[in-house]
């Protein structure tokens, strides 16, 4: 009923940018928090950055200054702009998105945790 897909990966040289999309779509009557958080091979998912409906920010120390988390509410999407990338940045590039969706089987509400696909992020020395 939900769908949440990221775009805008690539390869880049170190220092440079991109910027990364993820647009949910379905039955959904609110998106709460959304988030970018990012695996590399042999570690754990991490949080990157996330952003809370009314656009309150929060990033993680090894990005400040670097990465801006932005939304857009009538479009259901989030955004992450990447600058001075480093070869440390390399990563699947994951969205979350904490959404209420609407059951119209049962014409309830429910709240869950939807998760894109990934989308890879290569940064070259």
């Known amino acids: 009923q939900v769908q949440v897909v990221e775009s805008g990966g690539g390869l880049v040289q170190s220092g440079g940018s991109l910027r990364l999309s993820c647009a949910a779509s379905?039955?959904?009557?609110?998106?709460?928090?959304m988030g970018w958080y990012r695996q590399s091979p042999g570690k754990q998912r991490e949080l990157v950055a996330s952003?809370?409906?009314?656009?309150?920010?929060n990033y993680a120390g090894f990005v400040k200054g670097r990465f801006t988390i932005s939304r857009d509410n009538a479009k259901n999407t989030v955004y992450l702009q990447m600058n001075a990338l480093k070869p440390e940045d390399t990563a699947a590039y994951y969205c979350?998105?904490?959404?209420?969706?609407?059951?119209?089987?049962?014409?309830?509400?429910?709240?869950?945790?939807?998760w894109g696909q990934g989308t890879q992020v290569t940064v070259s020395s």
């Open positions: 979350n998105a904490d959404i209420m969706i609407i059951d119209h089987a049962t014409t309830k509400v429910r709240r869950s945790d939807y």
């Open positions: 379905g039955s959904i009557a609110t998106i709460y928090t």
């Open positions: 952003i809370t409906e009314g656009g309150r920010t």
